[in-house]
C-alpha cells in the first residue's frame, strides 16, 4: 500500500496569510493526487486534482504542485473560510489512501 | 445540480447487519464508477469500497474484504454498501462519492455522510 505523509498536522495562520502544506508518498505516484478540503461536520471538498489542476468553482488562491512522491497545496492569502483540514489522497493505486490531514487553525 | 443523498446509517450491535443506501441524481449514474469511503470520529478518511459504472470491477479495502457488499442500481441511480458482521472499529461516517471518470479516482461529489455507530 502507498503510504501518504502530511506534514505539518496543523498550522496557525491568520488571515492574509500565504500557508503551505505538504504531502509525501511512501512511493512514486507520477501527478495522481488529489487534495480535499473538509469543515467540521461537512463532507470534504475537492480543490485539486492530478495534482495541480483546480477543480471548477474553487479560488484561484489555491494552487498545487508536484509530482513522483512529494506535493504541496499552496493558499496565497488565507481567507476566513478556509479555516478548515486539509487532506491529500493518491489515485496511484488501490487501495487508494489519504494522508493524515492538516488542520489550520486561526491564530 | 449532482446530488448523492445518503440513507441506512444508525446503531447496531457488534455482529449486526446495516445496508446503506445512496441516491444519485444530477447526472447520468450508470457512466461513474462510485466510491465509498468513512472517517472514524475525530480521525481521517479512510477509502472502503469502489464499483466501476457497470459493477462488473468491486474492490474492498482489506479491513472489510468479505463482510461488506458494494453494489449498484443503474436503473434506480442507486448505490448500496450491505455491511455485515459488523465491528467496533467500523464506526464511522460513511461517505458515497463519485469518480471524476478522468481515469484516476479524484472524488469529484460527496454524499452527506450517513453515521453508523457499533456498539452493545
Known amino acids: 500500500d502507498i503510504q501518504m505523509t502530511q506534514s505539518p498536522s ?4 491568520s488571515v492574509g496569510d500565504r500557508v503551505t502544506i505538504t504531502c509525501r508518498a511512501s512511493q512514486g505516484i507520477s501527478t495522481w493526487l488529489a487534495w480535499y478540503q473538509q469543515k467540521p461536520g461537512k463532507a470534504p471538498n475537492l480543490l485539486i486534482y492530478a495534482a495541480s489542476s483546480l477543480q471548477r468553482g474553487v479560488p484561484s488562491r ?9 506535493f504541496t497545496l499552496t493558499i496565497s492569502s488565507l481567507q476566513p473560510e478556509d479555516f478548515a483540514t486539509y487532506y491529500c489522497q493518491q489515485a496511484n493505486s488501490f487501495p487508494l489512501t489519504f494522508g493524515g490531514g492538516t488542520k489550520v487553525e486561526i491564530k | 445540480e449532482v446530488q448523492l443523498v445518503e440513507s441506512g446509517g444508525g446503531l447496531v450491535q457488534p455482529g449486526g447487519s446495516l445496508r446503506l443506501s445512496c441516491a444519485a441524481s444530477g447526472f447520468t449514474f450508470s457512466t ?12 481521517g478518511l479512510e477509502w472502503v469500497s469502489y464499483i466501476s459504472p457497470s459493477g462488473t470491477t468491486i474492490i474492498y479495502a482489506d479491513s472489510v474484504k468479505g463482510r461488506f457488499t458494494i453494489s449498484r442500481d443503474n436503473a434506480k441511480n442507486s448505490l448500496f454498501l450491505q455491511m455485515n458482521s459488523l465491528r467496533d ?16 479516482e479524484f472524488l469529484d461529489y460527496w454524499g452527506q455522510g450517513t453515521p453508523v455507530t457499533v456498539s452493545s
Open chain 1, 10 to 13: 496543523s498550522v496557525s495562520a
Open chain 1, 62 to 70: 489555491f494552487s498545487g504542485s508536484g509530482s513522483g512522491t512529494d
Open chain 2, 32 to 43: 461513474y464508477s462510485m466510491i465509498y469511503v468513512r472517517q472514524a470520529p475525530g480521525k
Open chain 2, 89 to 104: 472499529e467500523d464506526t464511522a461516517v460513511y461517505y458515497c462519492a463519485r469518480d471524476d471518470s478522468s481515469g484516476r
